[in-house]
């Protein structure tokens, strides 16, 4: 019985290896299927070389960009407050004025009312750029917008925590504070 179950296998075995071979005329299947990836390569090939020329391309304009805005950061930094300096030199041609003509003028209140004159379109000059003066007149002290500079004791208890004196003014540029209000605050 042996001997009979390996004549099937060889049988088997010689028929299986039969239909592997390819006959005379006939196209061997593995053949067929390696000339789509061979058609394949190239085509990826192509995409791949598209890719890298996308990527490329990509890289140089995120460079460009970078370059651009970095540019465009240092010409800010460096010409950022030319809007504000140029409101001011009117200011500053009406006060060389005032002191070219002081020493002419016979009265003095002439020269008060010069200054003040100066003083008033400075302020709005520097509000019309968005700086505004922190109020201190009886308000509360808030450490936000004052620093205290001095505590002044035996005020009574409605002037407690409250600003008695400003010693330097204090300014917001858009809301920011610039420079905090030097206060005397009621203790």
Request: charged share 35%.
């Amino acid at each position: 019985m042996n001997a009979i179950n390996e004549e099937e296998k060889d049988l088997k075995t010689d028929e299986t290896l039969d239909a592997q071979q390819p006959v005379e005329g006939e196209t061997n299947p593995d053949a067929e299927i390696s000339d789509p990836q061979e058609e394949e390569q190239p085509s990826a090939e192509r995409e791949l070389e598209e890719l890298k020329d996308k990527y490329l391309r990509t890289v140089a304009e995120f460079e460009n960009y970078k370059r651009r805005t970095l540019k465009e950061k240092t010409d800010l930094i460096l010409n950022g407050g030319e809007k504000a300096f140029t409101s001011i030199l009117p200011i500053i041609d009406d006060m060389e004025r005032a002191i070219l003509n002081a020493p002419k003028l016979e009265s003095l209140d002439a020269v008060e009312e010069g200054w003040e004159l100066i003083y008033k379109k400075l302020i709005s000059t520097l509000e019309a750029q968005g700086v505004r003066k922190i109020e201190t007149d009886d308000r509360d002290f808030d450490v936000d917008f004052h620093e205290a500079v001095a505590m002044v004791p035996g005020m009574g208890d409605e002037k407690k925590g409250k600003i008695i004196d400003c010693m330097q003014t204090g300014y917001t540029l858009n809301d920011k504070v610039i420079r905090h209000a030097k206060v005397a605050v009621g203790q």
